[in-house]
């Protein structure tokens, strides 16, 4: 994988649109990412606020239909998930 900073911030944004398939909010992807994937929060907050800027109206759909979501996975889960995602890269 290149070392750059460009394909860093592709493999946050990656990572972010697999936790939007979770259904997460900001604040749970970052604390995915921080504890399963070693990536600093602001890192992830700044990735995140640039693709809601790039997408606003995937998120303003995405708000009100994650609330609406009864299940959340599980740490446990998030962890498995995402290390299945960082293997195969």
């Not at 860093?8 to 697999?18: N, W």
Request: one cysteine or more; a negative charge; hydrophobic letters at 35%.
């Amino acid at each position: 994988m290149d070392d750059s900073p460009a394909s860093y911030i592709h493999m946050v944004q990656h990572l972010i649109e697999k936790c939007l398939i979770f259904h997460m909010n900001k604040e749970e992807c970052m604390t995915a990412l921080s504890k399963h994937a070693n990536i600093k929060p602001v890192i992830t907050s700044t990735v995140w606020n640039e693709l809601e800027k790039e997408n606003p109206e995937f998120f303003q759909a995405y708000s009100p239909r994650r609330s609406n979501e009864d299940r959340t996975m599980s740490d446990a889960e998030t962890g498995e998930e995402l290390e299945k995602i960082l293997s195969k890269g």
